[in-house]
């Protein structure tokens, strides 16, 4: 059964070449009917923090994915050393009690061992090692019985590296934690983890983890290596250069949708080779496959005016009218509690949302699209208020004969609004729209608005007639 992981490290916020990583194995896995499992690799002691694994909680579960399994690396230390020390038995491991303030030199080219340190005997070793001397644990690297280490990798083929350019790496530090080398592999070999799909800057590790889970005597899980995520200057996105573009909360509070945004990450580095771009989550499960995974780094264009991919943007807003109303509803909420809307309730917003849905890229810009409907337009161009070919005169008639036409109106829905109105322009012998632009810039503070009828309704009969009545006040 396919077992998959993501494991990511609280020494920093959730990126989104990380969320990238979890959005793959997660499609991965249920494509396969198989287990999607958490570990959170925190034995990193002095560069963990409770910030940064509280972002990843955040922005992972933002994604509304989710995963099967659970676990903490830091609850499994005594697996980790376990794992070290029977590799220790089996004469695959060394300890190494070169004080640690002493530099390795090596005139003659890189450190890959300590020969005095290789060389004793266990009699010597277990000596020292009683009597309290610091070591570290060492992986003796084979050099003279095997001469490479091959790695099928699905995304970059055959790889290999001369075991004798493998440094004799640590297992265990000189305080018995155990490296990222030996608690990752021990894990993925008690997790019976099948296949790791990571980014391509760990496939330089796979060859020490090949040897690792050859001395455990379990199988190597297969790997797939994933395509780095690039800015558009080549340079590798990282928060110090290029800022919270490069973070997955930036997108939340943006007003991205996220299945929208899971969608966008899919896209950098895989392709469904039908051309295909908006797809629902769905969809991405039966789509997806490792056969899809390019070698070549994605790029996320942005710029310091747009700091968001204009291809997130479009599937974002593709996503947006996709939504049912009930749902956009719900999910502008949030935006339109942070605007300052007071009066956004949840029945107030399903009336706008099919005024807005065509309006909006993201769920943030509620705060722009629709501030009219929450607050009254106080700053407008009064100049707006007259039509093409008209003059404040005009504008002022045909505000009057609005309010007229409208405070009597039997009902004030969208269609007996049309016709009223139409009537109206009709009988003060104004086109249509000289009589409905100064309208919808008095109750709305702009020309570029949702439809009026509509509009009308919404706001309702005395908010329209209120907002006519200041309107006139400035011509």
């Known amino acids: 059964m396919t077992r998959v992981r993501f494991a990511p490290s609280p020494t920093g916020y959730l990126h989104i070449g990380g969320a990238r990583t979890f959005i793959f194995n997660w499609l991965y896995a249920r494509r396969r009917g198989g287990t999607m499992i958490l570990r959170i690799d925190d034995t990193d002691v002095v560069r963990n923090t409770q910030a940064s694994l509280d972002s990843i909680y955040e922005g992972l579960r933002w994604l509304e994915l989710g995963w099967d399994e659970f676990y903490r690396q830091s609850e499994r230390l005594e697996l980790h050393r376990k794992a070290a020390w029977a590799i220790f038995e089996k004469g695959h491991a060394y300890r190494d009690f070169t004080p640690a303030s002493e530099a390795v030199e090596n005139p003659t080219g890189p450190w890959l061992f300590n020969p005095g340190m290789r060389e004793l005997t266990r009699a010597e070793s277990d000596r020292r090692a009683g009597a309290g001397e610091p070591f570290v644990l060492r992986f003796r690297v084979p050099r003279e019985s095997r001469q490479e280490v091959v ?22 530090r000189s305080n018995g934690m155990p490296t990222y080398h030996m608690a990752s592999c021990a894990d993925d070999a008690d997790l019976r983890i099948t296949e790791i799909l990571r980014g391509q800057e760990h496939l330089a590790n796979t060859f020490k983890h090949v040897l690792i889970f050859e001395s455990l005597g379990v199988e190597t899980p297969r790997t797939a290596h994933l395509p780095l995520l690039m800015a558009p200057d080549g340079a590798k996105l990282s928060k110090r250069i290029h800022g919270p573009v490069v973070s997955v909360t930036t997108y939340r509070d943006a007003g991205f949708l996220p299945h929208a945004f899971v969608n966008f990450l899919s896209l950098l580095g895989w392709s469904p080779k039908n051309d295909r771009e908006k ?62 809307f007071a009066g956004a309730t949840p029945d107030k917003l399903r009336a706008i949302a099919p005024l807005i849905q ?20 106080r700053s407008y161009d009064p100049g707006e208020l007259i039509p093409q070919k008209g003059d404040a005169a005009m504008a002022a008639g045909a505000l009057r004969k609005s309010k007229e036409i409208l405070s009597d109106l039997p009902a004030f829905d969208h269609a007996t609004l049309e016709s009223a109105l139409r009537a109206a322009a009709a009988d003060v012998k104004l086109k249509t729209g000289q009589m409905f632009q100064p309208v919808r810039v008095a109750v709305c503070g702009r020309k570029n608005a949702p439809p009026l009828f509509e509009t009308l309704e919404a706001l309702g009969r005395d908010t329209v007639l209120a907002r006519i009545d200041f309107a006139l006040g400035l011509l």
């Open 358 to 377: 065509e309006r909006m890229r993201l769920l943030g810009e509620v705060a722009t699209v629709a501030d009219f409907f929450f607050l009254e337009p």
């Open 279 to 340: 797809m629902s989550r769905e969809e991405l499960v039966e789509l997806f496959s490792l056969d899809g995974i390019n070698r070549s780094n994605a790029i996320i264009n942005f710029t310091a005016e747009e700091p968001f991919d204009p291809k997130a943007l479009w599937l974002n807003a593709e996503h947006l009218r996709s939504l049912h109303h009930a749902e956009l509803s719900q999910r502008l909420m949030p935006y339109a509690e942070k605007a300052g």
């Open 151 to 172: 790695v099928q990798d699905h995304v970059y083929g055959t790889v290999s590296k001369a075991t004798g350019d493998i440094e004799d790496f640590a297992l265990l």
